[in-house]
């Protein structure tokens, strides 16, 4: 009798570190393990990783090219970084980090839109919460695999071009360079993070798995491509243009279209990559989701520091980590309160 009783006042007890720890951790490795063995990995690696190695191959020699008519690699402020933003000029590719923004979100939706629907589908999530583990740790495990493979996709692929670029133009990177290409690639793997949490939301809300793809597809179609036509109404509702168009008329709505372009967080990463990858930018000026940069008004010319690029790009990283944060949270809630039958 005193063993049942010491036994059922570990197994009530509140959760040791032991166990916190390792319910998440097993579930993270398997699914792990499966988005690394699974077809859709393998077909997005390969499409984006032709994109993005066409196009930093083709800006390369435009680079070069460049370097050679000044004569010193050194006149030029983050000449290594430029393979990154630069675009192939006479070539119809989009610039590396364009490409990524435009392209890295499908990692997330194709890891993310059946997490939890996909389980309940097959009729494996009252089994998986069946075992002795939390229920919390299904989720909390997916998600931190899911965001594993996309930090070791973007890293690899980064590597791989920036090899590729660095024997192309010949320019070695210096430690400032590098240490900006880090923090970008963090701050991608939270913006094709948000993407995640977001498909992992829908399918937490959504009991099939082909509803929740087509609800992350489609506001990945919409964040994507026509972000530019929907500001652009909203900003002349909200800031119209008269027939005369005075000039303070003309700011206000441009005003309006750049805050409300920061609803979406392709312009917010936009505005971060720029302001990290090419130090000689001081301000934004947003033209849709095109983010177009100009010397600051009355600034000394040259590029910025680190840390001085970091002060300027901080709120569009928080904005970032707030919505990623936010889906998230959301998917988690929601999950915990939901109903799992056998």
């Given at each position: 009798?005193?063993?049942?009783?010491e036994?059922a006042e570990t197994?009530?007890s509140?959760?040791?570190p032991?166990?916190?720890?390792m319910?998440w951790r097993?579930?993270a490795a398997?699914?792990f393990?499966d988005?690394?063995?699974?077809?859709?990995?393998?077909i997005l690696?390969?499409?984006?990783?032709?994109a993005?190695v066409?196009?930093?191959?083709?800006?390369?020699?435009?680079?070069?090219?460049?370097?050679e008519?000044?004569g010193s690699?050194?006149?030029?402020?983050?000449l290594?970084l430029?393979l990154?933003t630069v675009?192939p000029e006479g070539?119809?590719l989009?610039a590396?980090?364009?490409?990524?923004?435009?392209?890295?979100?499908?990692f997330?939706?194709a890891?993310?839109?059946d997490?939890?629907?996909g389980?309940?589908?097959?009729?494996?999530?009252p089994r998986l919460l069946?075992?002795?583990?939390?229920?919390d740790d299904v989720?909390?495990?997916?998600f931190v695999?899911?965001?594993s493979?996309i930090?070791?996709t973007?890293?690899?692929?980064?590597m791989?071009?920036a090899?590729i670029?660095?024997?192309?133009?010949?320019?070695?990177?210096?430690?400032?360079?590098?240490?900006r290409?880090l923090?970008w690639?963090?701050v991608?793997v939270?913006?094709?993070g948000?993407w995640?949490?977001?498909?992992t939301l829908f399918?937490?809300?959504?009991?099939?798995?082909?509803?929740?793809a087509?609800?992350a597809?489609a506001?990945?179609?919409v964040a994507?491509?026509?972000?530019?036509l929907l500001?652009g109404?909203?900003?002349?509702?909200?800031?119209?243009v008269s027939?005369?168009?005075n000039a303070?008329?003309v700011?206000?709505?441009?005003?309006?279209?750049r805050?409300?372009?920061r609803?979406f967080?392709?312009?917010l990463?936009?505005?971060?990559?720029v302001?990290?990858l090419?130090p000689?930018?001081?301000?934004f000026d947003?033209?849709?989701?095109?983010?177009l940069?100009s010397?600051?008004?009355?600034a000394?010319?040259?590029?910025?520091?680190?840390?001085q690029?970091l002060l300027?790009v901080w709120?569009?990283v928080?904005?970032l980590?707030?919505?990623?944060?936010?889906c998230?949270a959301?998917?988690?809630v929601?999950?915990?309160?939901?109903e799992?039958?056998?």
């Amino acid at each position: 009798m005193a063993e049942l009783t010491e036994s059922a006042e570990t197994t009530s007890s509140p959760r040791s570190p032991e166990r916190f720890t390792m319910g998440w951790r097993v579930v993270a490795a398997k699914e792990f393990s499966d988005h690394l063995l699974s077809i859709r990995f393998t077909i997005l690696i390969v499409i984006v990783g032709l994109a993005a190695v066409a196009a930093v191959y083709t800006a390369a020699g435009g680079i070069r090219e460049a370097a050679e008519q000044i004569g010193s690699s050194d006149d030029i402020p983050g000449l290594f970084l430029k393979l990154f933003t630069v675009t192939p000029e006479g070539s119809r590719l989009p610039a590396f980090f364009a490409g990524i923004a435009l392209l890295a979100p499908l990692f997330g939706i194709a890891f993310g839109f059946d997490a939890v629907n996909g389980e309940r589908a097959q009729g494996t999530l009252p089994r998986l919460l069946s075992q002795p583990i939390y229920r919390d740790d299904v989720i909390n495990g997916k998600f931190v695999a899911g965001l594993s493979v996309i930090g070791l996709t973007i890293t690899t692929l980064t590597m791989v071009v920036a090899g590729i670029g660095l024997l192309r133009i010949g320019v070695v990177p210096t430690f400032s360079d590098i240490a900006r290409l880090l923090i970008w690639l963090l701050v991608t793997v939270v913006y094709v993070g948000f993407w995640l949490a977001l498909a992992t939301l829908f399918s937490v809300l959504l009991r099939r798995a082909s509803t929740s793809a087509l609800a992350a597809f489609a506001t990945w179609v919409v964040a994507s491509l026509f972000a530019l036509l929907l500001i652009g109404i909203v900003a002349d509702i909200v800031s119209p243009v008269s027939q005369e168009g005075n000039a303070e008329e003309v700011i206000e709505n441009a005003r309006t279209q750049r805050n409300l372009s920061r609803v979406f967080p392709q312009a917010l990463y936009q505005e971060a990559t720029v302001a990290l990858l090419e130090p000689e930018q001081r301000t934004f000026d947003v033209l849709g989701l095109l983010i177009l940069q100009s010397p600051g008004s009355g600034a000394i010319p040259g590029p910025l520091s680190l840390e001085q690029s970091l002060l300027v790009v901080w709120p569009q990283v928080t904005g970032l980590i707030a919505l990623t944060v936010l889906c998230f949270a959301a998917a988690y809630v929601s999950f915990m309160r939901q109903e799992v039958r056998a």
